[in-house]
Nanobody, 124 residues
């Protein structure tokens, strides 16, 4: 089993920044790809960013390209999401997810483990 715990959420004004952290524990060698997803009130959960640290590959949703950066620290079993130039539309619960497969993907169903989420609120 793999346990994922997100932190770093909070309230920020538009234009500000936040850094989310996802700490993993358990059988951490069982996953290859880490991702971030988010769910805004009244909306379905959507893909934000993903990383395959071993290959140095990342992918982003169009809505966050150029503003968000995903990075991984395998030594600390941590994945970070640096969020800059935040806008109210970024308000959501942000979830960390891990995937056993070795193909980076944006599909939620392809991820095997999920954290509980952390709230991000951007005020205008």
């Amino acid at each position: 089993q793999v346990q994922l715990v997100e932190s770093g959420g909070g309230l920020v004004q538009a234009g500000g920044s936040l850094r989310l952290s996802c700490t993993t524990s358990g059988r951490t060698r069982s996953y290859s790809v880490m991702g971030w997803f988010r769910q805004a009130p009244g909306k379905e959960r959507e893909f934000v960013a993903a990383i395959m640290s071993s290959a140095g590959r990342t992918t982003y949703a169009d809505s966050v390209k150029g503003r968000f950066t995903i990075s991984g620290d395998s030594a600390k079993n941590t994945v970070l999401l640096q969020m800059n130039s935040l806008v109210p539309e970024d308000t959501a619960i942000y979830y960390c997810a891990a995937r056993r497969g070795d193909i980076i993907t944006t599909r939620q169903v392809s991820y095997d483990y999920w954290g509980q989420g952390t709230q991000v609120t951007v005020s205008s």
